[in-house]
């Protein structure tokens, strides 16, 4: 007999409250209660680490453990342990299984949405400063997405831009009428204020994934200057305030050594981040810079160092496009996410602006279910080794078919750029980057010892 989700709900409650009275004693025994709702085929792998993390007391995830635990406001610990850990991951992953196998399409984990095209900074290479106030999402279109994307199984959604903090009256109110949703927004933090941080500790659903660039230096070369005392400040005021936090890195050709130091992780610590999501430069726009497009050297030092910290530091560190053999490759396409721009636009990535579908016109299945989203879900992975997962910046050839077999458009506003244009800077690196790619994917992943596992299709060691 299947349990109802509102029961699973209830019962995770009471772990929650039960973990709460000793978190870091308690904790193994509510793993192990988790397992028997989980079963072997959800996340058995992740949730093998964590039972290995919790029995050694000096391993660094274990004090990222107890250090988010003892330094989050309760209530908002407790509502994220709800909505992000039990109804976006725990519950939603079967219904979405069992629409993906119902409607044979991709049904993402999570759905970016775009509240607006403005932004109140300019920065170097970034698309989204050119286009200005000029196309907004309503608060009712955001919240009718939301409303289908819980019919499906999303509960988590992620903002980002222009800056979504422009709508931030909005937004708080999506977190108050959606309360049993996870939101991350991705933010320039220049609009964080105690008046801000105050609202976040009242919905308590909503975690700021704040863009920082390195040091001030190399920060404001791109931002603006006085971007980073900005932002730094809005990090101090929300450690202050034992709200959630996290960091998200745009690395470059000219940034990649500060963002990779040991200094710079350290002070993220400091000002109180729990995770760091690292971004490669995307040369996304005709007035794109190529030249912070990363050389292959640089991005395999990228490659080695995340996974060093990663293996001695206190924060979760993410990487967009060298993590790929983590989740399978290209995760776009809503495989485990799309984008929706503030014109309505469904595209397939949040860095491939080309759309065949409007969510003004379709329902958020039928833009899922669109000749351009199927061609991702036939055509995924693009590439058997996940260090080349793009289909725009390590297979150029694939985003190029896909866009023109589907009869797929620009949803630039401001200077519509032919997928011709943008997949040609992608060339030559797609070539320089892959003999070093095979190198790195043979080293980790012979093919000898590869053997099949649940949550990655490529397999693990």
Known sequence: MKIPDSIKRFGFEKV????????????????????????????????????????????HWYKLIERVWTQTDPDVLKTFFSNFFVNANLISWEKQDE????????????????PTSACNLKCKGCWAGEYGNKLNLTF???DSIITQGKELGVYMYVYTGGEPLVRKSDLIKLCEKHNDCAFLCFTNATLIDEQFAQDLLRVRNFVPAISLEGFEEANDFRRGDGVYQKVTNAMRLLRDHHLPFGISVCYTS?????????????????LGAYFVWYFHYMPVGNNAAPELLLTPEQRATMYEKVREYRGKKEIFAMDFQNDGEYVGGCIAGGRRYLHINANGDADPCVFIHYSDSNIREKTLLECLQSPLFMAYHDGQPFNDNHLRPCPMLENPELLVEMVNRTGAKSTDPESPESVEHLCAKCKDYAENWKPVAEELWEIKHPSSDCASCESCSVGVK
């Open 16 to 59: 929650f409250d039960y973990l709460d009275k000793d978190p870091m004693n308690n904790i193994d025994k509510v793993l192990e209660i988790i397992d028997k709702f989980a079963g072997e085929k959800l996340f058995p792998r992740q949730r093998n680490m964590f039972h290995e993390v919790v029995k050694d007391h000096d391993n």
């Open 99 to 114: 629409n993906r196998k119902k409607y044979n399409c991709n049904i993402p984990w999570t759905i970016l949405l775009d």
């Open 140 to 142: 009712d279109e955001i």
């Open 254 to 270: 000219k940034n990649y050594q500060d963002v990779i130091s040991e200094e710079f992780y350290d002070q993220m610590i400091e």
